[in-house]
């Protein structure tokens, strides 16, 4: 079994819709992020959390919220969907030392309509 | 906070050896260097990490002079199956900010 997964995989939505993407982790990490990808760009660090107390904004927040109901689960909403979110979308946990390694899920396609 | 420049593509033969040059020359003390390595509808996939000097595992070797202001990664042999984008970052490790940023990274192709 993936120790990322992402729920769910592909996703197409209309403007203003509200939407939810949902991330789950076996690894037992504390830490985890969301990040979105457009194409031909670098990821974009959207939000992220370091413990099931602790969220923190990234690069590019406005238009997003996140809740961290549990150290496994981190999902990301789009409160009202606008066609520039139309983007891949990866969750990402990673452990409080070592190498800080992250590990990535395989990502949701979002397309708003 | 570090900013990293990779060239933006490159383009390979199977067999050669890849070298990919990252500079970041604002890095701090305690940043390691990190590498990524992304195949396409995929999340990256951690290739290697290191402080200075060189460090070799079973997929790539980086190597980061004594100043630490740029650092290369190093392919050997690549083959079709290399072809992807691959992520220079800086940052510090463990520590209570979140510091990494992947730019857009340096997109590989390798040709038959």
């Known amino acids: 079994d993936a120790d990322v997964t992402q729920t769910p995989r592909n996703r197409i939505t209309k403007t203003g819709k509200r939407i939810m993407l949902e991330c789950s982790q076996t690894?037992?990490?504390?830490?985890m992020y969301w990040y979105r990808q457009d194409p031909g760009l670098g990821l974009r660090l959207i939000y992220y959390?370091?413990?099931?107390?602790?969220?923190n904004k990234g690069e590019i927040s406005d238009g997003y919220s996140v809740s961290r109901q549990a150290q496994a689960k981190f999902s990301l909403s789009l409160e009202s969907a606008i066609p520039n979110q139309t983007a891949l979308y990866f969750c990402?946990?990673?452990?409080?030392?070592?190498?800080?390694?992250?590990?990535f899920g395989p990502g949701t396609r979002l397309t708003v309509t | 906070l570090a900013k990293t420049t990779q060239p933006i593509s490159m383009d390979s033969y199977e067999g050669q050896e890849v070298n990919i040059t990252c500079s970041h020359n604002?890095?701090?003390?305690?940043?390691?260097i990190t590498w990524y390595q992304q195949f396409p509808s995929q999340g990256p996939r951690f290739i290697i990490q290191?402080?200075?000097t060189k460090v070799t595992n079973e997929v790539a070797s980086l190597f980061i002079p004594a100043d630490r202001k740029s650092s290369t990664l190093s392919l050997p042999r690549v083959s079709l199956s290399d072809t992807a984008v691959y992520y220079c970052?800086?940052?510090?490790?463990?520590?209570?900010?979140?510091?990494?940023?992947f730019g857009t990274g340096t997109r590989l192709k390798v040709l038959a």
């Open positions: 290191g402080y200075k």
């Open positions: 970052l800086v940052g510090a490790r463990g520590s209570g900010t979140y510091k990494y940023i």
């Open positions: 959390s370091f413990d099931v107390k602790d969220i």
């Open positions: 690894k037992g990490h504390d830490r």
């Open positions: 990402a946990t990673s452990g409080a030392g070592g190498t800080d390694e992250q590990y």
């Open positions: 604002n890095i701090a003390t305690n940043d390691y």
